[in-house]
């Protein structure tokens, strides 16, 4: 009797070198994306092991490489992001000497993230470091209106006018500024937006992020943040 009577024999090589990480066994699978972006190339990854491998008790799979750099860049700049309004806030309560314009200007700061969602979606662009990097400028830009918009209140108000009054006569006054500052920026940034030029293609997202920011922040300026402002205005003199 021989081995090929009561079994199959199959030739399989065998492992040449054996990884390991903080002494735990390590076989490391690469692969590159086509077509798809990162995320949900990813995503599609993670849904086809749960529905197809069962993972045994003593093995856990982690996503490493391009991705963990992502996921970790994201993280750092959401506490960028973070800390620019923190120092935004800071800024504007140093200039104004209150609370409540400065709560109106960053919330109009923070609604503007809305218009760099839609900017994004409409052409299509995903969400990734650069477009990040946008939306942080963003910030900064839609802070700027709001100062140019609030800042001429207090002098209308000490020339005898009331609160909602001097809203009115601060949007129509500011309006040109406003306008000619935003229009500026949203020429300059047009040409990268659309990819012209060596290298274009890397800060595209950035820039339609920061266009997308602009325009909420026309919206914003002239109406959300003077809205915003007159509103916890009554209410402070409500319970007052």
């Known amino acids: 009797m021989t081995v090929e009577d009561v079994a199959q024999i199959e030739h399989e090589p065998g492992m040449l070198e054996m990884h390991r990480e903080d002494l735990r066994q390590l076989v490391s699978v690469s692969a590159r994306f086509e077509n798809i972006d990162m995320g949900h190339g990813i995503s599609e990854i993670k849904r086809q092991l749960a529905d197809k491998v069962q993972i045994p008790v003593n093995a856990s799979i982690e996503f490493g490489g391009l991705y ?12 960028v992001l973070a800390m620019a309004l923190v120092l935004v806030f800071g800024v504007l309560i140093l200039e104004f000497r209150g609370f ?3 709560l109106a200007i960053l919330a109009g700061s923070i609604l503007a993230m809305f218009g760099v969602a839609a900017a994004l979606w409409l052409t299509g662009t995903t969400l990734n470091i650069i477009s990040f990097l946008g939306a942080i400028i963003g910030i900064g830009i839609t802070a700027k ?3 140019l918009m609030l800042d001429y209140v207090d002098h209308l108000m000490g020339d005898g006018l009331a609160l909602d009054e001097a809203l009115i006569q601060s949007g129509r006054r500011r309006l040109r500024p406003v306008l000619m500052t935003s229009l500026t920026t949203f020429l300059g940034l047009l ?33 959300a943040t003077p809205v915003f402002y007159y509103s916890m205005q009554w209410v402070m003199d409500r319970f007052k």
């Open 145 to 147: 209106n709001g100062i």
């Open 68 to 79: 963990r750099q992502q996921q970790e860049s994201f993280r750092n700049l959401a506490f």
């Open 100 to 102: 409540l314009k400065p």
């Open 191 to 223: 040409p990268l937006a659309y990819g012209v030029g060596a290298g274009a293609d890397m800060l595209r997202p950035m820039a339609i992020a920061v266009i997308g920011s602009l325009c909420m922040s026309l919206v914003l300026s002239l109406i």
